[in-house]
């Protein structure tokens, strides 16, 4: 029941009143993903009016527009971003072309959430966030839309880590085969896709927030290509492997045509796995010669969607011991735990009634900042951007394939 409550006031929200000075907001594409990431939380959010949307072909705005109750519909990208009645752009467009547009849309004035990945490589996120625009006053706002860390689940889960003490972390996200059709955004290079671009983003964001520091060096990045017939310098999957500094290691699985060794569709829940180093415990009940260990994982399932259902799973293992290969006696406790909001008081993530999207709070918090408020400790900053870039390209390099193409645009 708790369930479906959720999940209705997400699919179907309900619409507020809008106050003055409501952030108006230009979508660029009639994108697939817009009406979830922006579109719906913006209808329950007063200070947000999606006033218009621009496609390359004039009648698919037009349509698009009707079917989600948007007031403006525009031919062409340009002509929306320098629209005098527009505050900010959302960029859901292939990934090859957010630097482009983005940097068009700043330039213009607007302030831009931005889809991830935030651009095809490093040089180029180096270039838009780095970018002389933002020494200026007043000077726009650019986020990466990183919906899951703006999620109380995530922050959960990072409040339950040590991560200097982490020994290892896994994360994975897989879409099933056939879910995306063949000519997809995802699987043309020169549109800078690829799976690495795709669901790894996020395996790579949550390592990176995990240690909570950016590894070392990539060990292993293994691809498997996109099959013949398609893009070949497209990766269908990725895994790969990377050294954080404090010697812990980071592995991410991410799959755009999850298949059985057979060939049929096959998922998994997105999740990420922790392990801690053994940390000896205080214990004033040891025998002379004893010790007594914890080792402690962490486990999240749905980081993706936590506002559908997730849980995180803690799992602490005791061991008293006379030495590494002389147990005593080992028992293990077990806890779950679930984050829908934000506790009002402490700020900090609660279960609890009120439920939202993961895009939501992203929302909140943009527009937190389009309004000069300083709004809450999640964001994605400039430089987290950045260096999300450089380990991307990390596990390009290390698995000899190209960088996805630099845009011509300056
Ligand atoms: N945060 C999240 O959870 C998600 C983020 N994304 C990100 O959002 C972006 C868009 O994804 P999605 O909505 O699935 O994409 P779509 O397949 O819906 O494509 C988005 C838009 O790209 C435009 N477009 C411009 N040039 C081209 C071209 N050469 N070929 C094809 N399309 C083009 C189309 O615009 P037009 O309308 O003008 O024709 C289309 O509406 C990606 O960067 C993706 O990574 C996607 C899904 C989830
Ligand atoms: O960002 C995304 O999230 C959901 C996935 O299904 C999709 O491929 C990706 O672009």
Not at 175 to 180: A, E, F, Q
Not at 301 to 310: E, L
């Amino acid at each position: 029941m708790e369930l479906l409550r959720r999940n209705f006031n997400i699919l179907f929200p309900t619409e507020v009143p809008k106050v003055e000075g409501a952030v108006r907001i230009g979508l660029l594409g009639a994108s697939k993903i817009a009406p979830t990431s922006v579109i719906k939380p913006a209808k329950s959010n007063p200070e947000v009016v999606i006033a218009a949307v621009a496609a390359r072909d004039g009648e698919r705005a037009k349509t698009y527009a009707k079917r989600w109750g948007i007031g403006r519909a525009f031919e062409g990208y340009q002509e929306l971003t320098d629209d005098p009645d527009i505050d900010a752009i959302y960029i859901s467009l292939p990934n090859g072309l957010h630097y482009e547009w983005a940097l068009k849309s700043l330039r213009a004035g607007k302030h831009v959430l931005l889809e991830k990945p935030s651009t095809s490589n490093a040089t180029e996120a180096a270039s838009l966030f780095g970018n002389e625009l933002f020494q200026q006053p007043k000077a726009p706002v650019l986020l990466e839309a990183f919906h899951v860390r703006f999620h109380p689940a995530w922050q959960m889960l990072l409040s339950l880590l040590d991560p200097k003490n982490i020994s290892s972390a896994h994360s994975s996200f897989h879409l099933p085969r056939g879910i995306l059709a063949s000519d997809d955004i995802r699987f043309m290079y020169d549109l800078s896709g690829g799976a690495l671009m795709d669901l790894g983003t996020y395996s790579i964001l949550s390592l990176r927030q995990i240690f909570g520091t950016e590894p070392d060096e990539c060990l292993e990045a293994t691809p498997r290509m996109m099959p013949k017939g398609y893009d070949q310098k497209c990766d269908h999957a990725m895994k790969a492997k990377w050294r954080f500094p404090n010697g812990g290691i980071g592995t991410i699985e991410c799959d755009l045509s999850a298949r059985t060794a057979w060939g049929l569709p096959t998922g998994s829940l997105p999740m990420c796995k922790v392990v801690h180093k053994e940390v000896k415990i205080e214990d004033a009940d040891l025998a002379e010669g004893q010790e007594h260990v914890l080792s402690k994982t962490v486990t999240i399932w749905n980081p993706m969607g936590p506002s559908i259902w997730h849980r995180i799973d803690i799992v602490e293992q005791h061991t008293i011991r006379t030495s590494k290969d002389k147990t005593i006696r080992t028992w293990t406790h077990k806890k779950h735990k679930k984050a829908y909001t934000w506790n009002k008081e402490s700020g900090r993530p609660t279960s609890g009634e009120e439920c939202k999207s993961t895009f939501s709070h992203q929302l909140e918090q943009f527009v937190n900042r389009v309004k000069g408020r300083e709004g809450s400790d999640c964001w994605m900053s400039a430089e987290d951007s950045i260096k999300q870039m450089e380990m991307v390209d990390s596990a390009y390099v290390k698995a000899g394939l190209p960088l996805r193409p630099t845009s011509s645009y300056h």
